[in-house]
């Protein structure tokens, strides 16, 4: 990859760029730093560091300058609203999709000008990005958990490919510990929600109840969940670790210590380039395993919002067109590994890689979410109390109680709001 001056782009040279210069990122022929003329744009992860890639066009097309801003994930909701509050949001933003509902309501973003934008997308996607029946934000990538496994490890043990069911991974649980007992079956992030949503997902079970105003997890399909979840720990297949207790979730992968690693596309790119560790015949990727098969998977997906304060309102929306691209997309999807949230751009031949098909697949087929502003947050206390059960503080029944009480406590003012018929 290079920056078209024959200087070649890396994450690590845009994190020194980031380091050298404050937060912001300027591309390669945009104007100074703080230039009143420039459009500004945030974005965190990946999509934040490389994001300058994607300017060269626009910024030949339209003569127009684009100042870049890498934004810390864990820092970004806050310094979002603070800016909001403040008046310095950027033109363009990437929102993860879960946020744009709560930024829609308090008035930080635009609605989307012209529908055709927001045409040629994927069942479900655009669900949280509309309030109302109103669209506020264009989708930019998509991409759910898939179960990325290590070929050598499973073939050991009698698998030629992962298995897709509950009763397969345990299965495969057993047969590995008995063959390898120091090393585990799965690594699943005891502080990360991805794996348990995931799990409730493909049981059918969905969350809210009452008009997404209460908890709604002591049902027979979340505890089913939950307790499929729990015993991969309680049996030892996988390790009770929270993502910072692993420095290297990858290499430990490509060591072989884990013979499943759950993840997302961007994986895909950081095995491929860490090829040295692990030859790409020695690892696979299938769909996440359900009770009875793969079934309905919740994504992780981001847009992109243009600010309601922002002067220059078509100069924005035509950044945001230019982002949200086939062209964008693809060419995102080389660097980073993100996948297209435009179902034309998935036509494109280097969307044919077998690595891709799963998730090809679960794009088709996505589990229904609440779309409240709470969402969130309620991911996050769940998991907290599924952390818990884990460790043994707590059994499943207390902790699917928890869950309901915790849940019930941040809706309150949802619940009222409702009861008022002030929001829908």
């Excluded at 560091?49 to 870049?68: C, K, N, Q, S, W």
């Excluded at 308090?106 to 045409?119: E, M, N, S, T």
Aim: charge should be neutral.
């Amino acid at each position: 990859m290079g920056n078209g001056q024959g200087e070649r782009w890396t994450r690590r040279a845009a994190l020194r760029a980031a380091s050298a210069g404050g937060a912001a990122l300027l591309f390669p022929g945009c104007r100074s730093r703080r230039d009143p003329a420039a459009l500004t744009f945030w974005a965190t992860g990946y999509e934040g560091d490389y994001a300058p890639h994607l300017m060269t066009a626009f910024i030949a097309r339209t003569g127009m300058a684009v100042e870049t801003q890498s934004v810390p994930g864990t820092a970004a909701h806050e310094k979002y609203l603070t800016a909001q509050a403040g008046g310095t949001l950027p033109d363009v933003m990437m929102l993860p999709s879960g946020w744009v509902g709560e930024f829609a309501m308090i008035g930080a973003i635009a609605p989307v000008p012209d529908r055709a934008a927001i045409d040629d997308t994927f069942p479900g996607v655009m669900r949280p990005l509309t309030v109302a029946g109103v669209p506020y934000a264009v989708p930019w990538s998509i991409g759910s958990q898939v179960q990325f496994y290590r070929r050598d490890l499973l073939g050991e043990i009698g698998y030629d490919e992962a298995p897709l069911t509950w009763d397969g991974w345990r299965d495969l649980g057993a047969r590995l510990k008995r063959r390898h007992p120091d090393r585990y079956a799965m690594l699943m992030f005891l502080n990360w929600w991805d794996t348990l949503i995931t799990f409730a997902g493909q049981a059918g079970a969905y969350p809210l109840r009452d008009r997404d105003t209460r908890g709604n997890f002591r049902t027979p399909a979340y505890r089913e969940a939950l307790a499929f979840y729990v015993s991969l720990f309680a049996d030892g297949y996988a390790p009770r670790v929270a993502s910072n207790e692993v420095q290297d979730p990858l290499a430990s992968f490509a060591q072989g210590w884990v013979a499943i690693y759950p993840s997302g596309p961007t994986l895909l790119t950081d095995l491929r380039r860490r090829a040295a560790e692990i030859a790409p015949d020695l690892w696979g990727v299938a769909r996440m395993p359900g009770p009875n098969g793969p079934g309905p998977v919740s994504a992780i997906n981001n847009s992109i919002a243009v600010s309601a304060q922002t002067p220059r309102p078509a100069e924005a929306w035509r950044l945001a067109q230019h982002l949200t691209s086939a062209e964008s997309e693809l060419r995102f999807q080389r660097m980073i590994g993100v996948l297209p949230a435009r179902r034309s751009a998935w036509r494109a031949p280097q969307l044919a890689d077998p690595m891709l098909r799963p998730f090809a697949e679960q794009v088709e087929q996505p589990a229904r979410q609440p779309v409240i502003v709470e969402w969130e947050r309620i991911r996050l206390e769940v998991q907290i109390v599924a952390e818990r059960v884990v460790r043994g503080a707590l059994t499943i029944d207390e902790g699917l109680a928890a869950m309901d009480t915790r849940v019930d406590a941040l809706l309150a003012q949802r619940r009222a709001l409702v009861a008022a018929g002030r929001i829908a």
